[in-house]
């Protein structure tokens, strides 16, 4: 029911940038908690990049700090990750995920959703 489509990956040169997109669809009748972006460098385990709730607060990795931006659109249920100053390591497939709830008085549901992914490759 719920999907995630990320946008806006592709080659770019290190010092570039680049600006992902992430729409959740099918999740009216969740309420959504958290978007957040994790990246899977070639070889290596996924990584938490940025996560934000839907109030606003945010969590980087250490290693994108100062140079990634993640905003969130609630009306929208659509995340977003400005990537500045990238850099070869930058270098993955970085997929969406989002977190939902949902609350009645019979029972209680706490969801997650990831996207396919969308690969960003920073160049030398």
């Known amino acids: 029911q719920v999907q995630l489509v990320e946008s806006g990956g592709g080659l770019v040169q290190a010092g570039g940038s680049l600006r992902l997109s992430c729409a959740a669809s099918g999740a009216s009748s969740f309420t959504l908690d958290s978007m957040g972006w994790y990246r899977q460098p070639p070889g290596k385990q996924r990584q938490l990049v940025a996560v934000i709730t839907s109030g606003g607060r945010t969590n980087y990795a250490d290693s994108v700090k100062g140079r990634f931006t993640i905003s969130i659109d609630n009306a929208k249920n659509t995340v977003y990750l400005q990537m500045n100053s990238l850099k070869p390591e930058d270098t993955a497939v970085y997929y969406c995920?989002?977190?939902?709830?949902?609350?009645?008085?019979?029972?209680?549901?706490?969801?997650?959703?990831w996207g396919k992914g969308t690969l960003v490759t920073v160049s030398t």
């Open positions: 995920n989002a977190e939902f709830h949902r609350v009645t008085v019979v029972d209680s549901y706490a969801m997650g959703y």
